[in-house]
């Protein structure tokens, strides 16, 4: 009898470029190889010799793997030493216990509340798993495992579609009508229950998980096409005389800096001067977006460079709601009808180059997108391109009638 044990990355190859992919523990018995799941999702760049690396819970990780792996070596030396038969399953229970289908102790709800911490993914994606427990805890019909059916699920979705996003003191008072939750925000909450699921399938505490049976009923609704700021808009950003070093004027620069870089909120504050090289006409880099590890790449135009010149090349810390509190007060100043927010930048950054004839595939590798139908939400905005090439086909068709009017002339 040979057994070896070790532990492999995303195994299936069902992990996208630069995706995160699971860890699972490989037990080669005779020839024949048996995995066991350990929930422990990572990109392979964040799994190096056998060691989770550069994650700020990579310490967490690494602890919680070592004690599935002790647990199936402990298992597979009982196996050894008492000269049982080898049983892929047996071993499998007795690493996740119990399934918790009916124990009272560690209801449903609870155990995506303790889980949401130990994803793994950024404070943005945190915030739409936080709304879920409260969604679910609301709708009271899935609490425990054993709620956890097709039934279940779809009534939850009926449910979604009568709730309405709470009304502040002020305007209940106006008497504006609260508005119902919006396809796409009904659709991040099934989003975001089925990756709780499939980490609990992982787990070993479901038998399966109801959303594959629901393969397309969900869907996301059409997404409204992206706001953007026009050049004349832009440019009134510099034309602001605003107190030096003050909130306003911080977050005017900053929403310069990413207009002209095309970063996210998140990776512009992770900005560092150090990653860019000079190559003797502008600073360069390809950097790694934070949100979901896809490569991008960057160039520091002039209205960024003197940004970053007027803050010694640090870009300014300041938190995104102060941030967006400062834009809108921004807007209010400068009579703007299109709301800013951060994102907005990133918007108007993608509009502005595609319609300086930048290529469309050029745009989404600047944006870090992981494929070019994210970007093409920005092309459909505005028809100028299309509106060029009817006027160069149009110029052709003038071009090719002239001889022809003069020979008329002629005669």
């Given amino acids: 009898m040979k057994i070896l044990t070790n532990i492999v990355w995303d195994y299936k190859g069902r992990a996208e470029k630069h995706g995160e992919g699971q860890l699972d523990i490989r037990i080669r018995f005779n ?3 048996y995995h ?8 392979k760049a964040e799994y190096v010799a056998g060691k989770i690396v550069n994650r700020p819970d990579a ?7 070592a ?5 199936v070596c402990a298992c597979v030396d009982a196996c050894v030493r008492d000269g049982e038969d080898f049983n892929i399953e047996a071993i499998k229970a007795s690493i996740w216990s119990v399934k918790e289908t009916n124990s009272k102790e560690a209801p449903f709800i609870e155990w995506c509340e303790a889980q949401i911490p130990l994803l793994g993914v950024s404070g943005g994606t945190v915030n739409h798993y936080n709304p879920l427990v409260v969604r679910l805890t609301e709708f ?15 009534n939850f979705d ?10 502040s003191d002020v305007k209940r008072k106006t008497g504006v009508q609260p508005e119902k939750l919006s396809d796409g925000g009904i659709y991040n909450y099934h989003k975001c229950l089925r990756a709780l699921l499939n980490r609990a399938l992982s787990f070993g505490k479901i038998e399966n998980n109801p959303y594959n049976r629901l393969k397309g009923k969900f869907k ?31 977050a005017r620069d900053l929403f310069i800096f990413q207009m002209f870089t095309g970063l996210s909120y998140s990776d512009m504050q992770a900005f560092d001067a150090s990653d860019y090289k000079w190559d003797g006409s502008a600073w360069k880099n390809v950097g790694e977006r934070i949100k979901t590890g896809v490569p991008y790449v960057s160039y520091l135009l002039p209205p960024v460079v003197k940004v970053l010149e007027k803050y010694n090349w640090e870009i300014p810390q300041i938190s995104n709601a102060d941030y967006n509190r400062q834009l809108k007060a921004l807007q209010t ?18 509009t502005f180059m595609l319609d300086k004839g930048v290529p469309i595939e050029h745009v989404s590798k600047m944006l870090g997108h992981t494929n070019i139908t994210q970007t093409q939400r920005y092309a459909k905005v505005k028809p100028k391109a299309i509106y060029d090439d009817f006027d160069r086909v149009a110029g052709m068709m003038t071009k090719a009638t002239e001889p022809t009017k003069k020979r008329k002339n002629k005669q």
């Fill in 31 to 33: 020839g024949k190889y």
């Fill in 36 to 43: 066991i799941g350990t929930g422990i999702k990572v990109r």
């Fill in 59 to 65: 310490s967490v990780l690494n602890d919680r793997l």
């Fill in 67 to 71: 004690i599935l792996y002790s647990k």
């Fill in 140 to 154: 009271g019909r899935i609490k425990n495992w054993q709620d956890l059916t097709v039934e279940n699920i779809c």
């Fill in 158 to 167: 009926a449910w979604l579609h009568t709730v309405t996003k709470p009304l």
């Fill in 220 to 250: 996301r609704g059409d997404k409204p096409l992206p706001d953007y700021l026009s050049e004349e808009e832009m440019a009134m950003f510099d034309q602001l005389i605003l107190p030096k070093g003050s909130p306003i004027d911080v």
């Fill in 333 to 350: 100043m400068m009579g703007i009808k299109t709301k800013l927010h951060s994102h907005l930048a990133r918007h108007t950054f993608a």
